[in-house]
């Protein structure tokens, strides 16, 4: 494997913690796994925290299956779930783990808590500096899609492609960016363009803004800026607002730049006259007017979509287009009432487009209650989810009462689906894909499971994140279930709180595994950010 440096540290470190769960991580990684975690505390204490919930996870499924024999007896389940002893999980995983407990600490990670002076518990902290709030058009250089509009950004480099993207600074500042550009984010209040397009808003409480190139430096105050930096380093600095002081490498000199100044910068060159107007730029308004008309564009493509009939092998579709009453409609062709859900305690909210409807899941009571009889050698599950916070062991996307079909999200982020086969379960967990700067964006999740040739695959906006082997002949059964939520069959007392923090809006059951174009293609059809190819894309 090759360590990818220019990647935010916590992402890195979710995928070198999962290599190592599953028994692929290289020494490179290994060695560079180890100094991360020696030198940064933060870092620690987020692996502390992942090795926590995997191990929360371990005895999660251990007490499913001892529930299904002692069902008749939740008191005693409940005292042996306060009794349950980790050792087990720590062997699972093996010799690699005493290289992290080292580092992290083996006392304080049984005691489960972050230790300070004198036992105080210690804030999380977040090297998060800006924030991507507006997107249109978008394509990104990367993995997973790049970032998406709502995720909070640290230091790096980013690289996009093609499209518009604006970028909120904790200072205040806000910057548009044009691609194709390269845009470093150093801190709160400086970034340095190699190139492409930015137009800069700098208000007063900002406190300014440092943006520089290869052969310029401008110190913003309280402005309206743009920069341009194309072949060759050359850039074009205008200022429309507000005032300045522009450094070039040429000139060796600050010039002081006042309201309505347009000047080219080149290696070796003194300041030059430049034209240039506002218009030439995407401002704050202009994309947000740019992003609206796109919106309700996309809507209406996805509402006609709908008036196609699905094809044969989609057992259940809810379209959440209701946005009233206590009922969820099937459009998939699992025939009768019964297919019907049954929304319990959830409000009807607003989903991925404004005027489209979801359903929002906060209380441990917030559920859609439905019944899909039948029985399948492979299903797929897809789902438009937005989640808000992960605050359980698990997270319950769909879970048959009967612990049949297991589909949830654990609280490390990791996507995990898993049946019932024999006396055991068979499951595959993806690594973290949900993480805090995933928070409350829209996420298209699936999850495949082909019963037949025993293969388990996870995806993550349209793309496959893990492949997983189990045992072939598992048979796929979902009788009575909930959508965000769980209800164990039979319950008496209380049982595991596993429901869901955040919103649901559309959500599909199909009866055999997807290949990855298919997941790809429906990820795309209903991307809030995506539109036909005809009307151009928005991303």
Known sequence: MSVDRSAPWRRQLDEWLWEAREGRLEPEARAALNALLRRDPEARRHARRTLQNDGVLEEELRLERVERVFEKEPLWLESARRAASPRPWLARYGSWVAVLLVVLGVASLWRGREGGAGGERVESTSAGIAVLSRSLGAEWEGALGGPRAGELLEPGW?????????????????????????????????????????????????????????????????????????????????????????????????????????????RGVAFADAGGAEEFFTTPRVLEERLAQGMTRRLEWWRASLRQAPPEDVLVHYAFEEMAGRELGNRGWVGGEAARGWIVGSPWVEGRWPGKGALDFKRVSDRVRIRV?????????????????????????????????????????????GALHGKGRERGVSPPVITPERFGQWLHLASSFDGRNGRICHYFNGERVSEHRVTPGVKLRLSEADIGNWTPEESRGGHAVRNLNGRMDELLLVRRALDPEEVRRHFQSGDPAYLPPVTGAIR
Not at 377 to 403: C, E, F, K
């Open 158 to 266: 980013l690289g996009l492609r093609s499209g518009t993207v604006q970028l909120e600074f904790l200072s205040g500042a806000t910057l548009v960016v044009e691609g194709p550009a390269e845009l470093e984010l150093v801190s709160r209040v400086e970034g340095v363009l190699r190139r492409g397009k930015v137009y800069g808003r700098v208000p007063g409480p900002a406190g300014g803004f440092r943006m520089r190139g290869g052969d310029f430096e401008l110190e913003a105050g309280e402005s309206n800026f743009g920069v341009v930096v194309g072949e060759g380093g050359v850039a074009k600095v205008l200022l429309w607002e507000g005032d300045g002081m522009l450094k070039s490498a040429g000139a060796g000199e600050w010039k002081r730049m006042e309201k309505g100044m347009a000047l080219r910068v080149e």
């Open 373 to 417: 009889p039948g029985e399948w050698d492979a299903i797929t599950w897809m789902a438009w989810v937005r989640v808000d916070s992960l605050p359980n062991a698990l997270h319950g996307l769909v879970l048959d009462g009967a612990a049949h079909l297991h589909w949830q999200i654990t609280g490390a982020g990791e996507l995990q689906l």
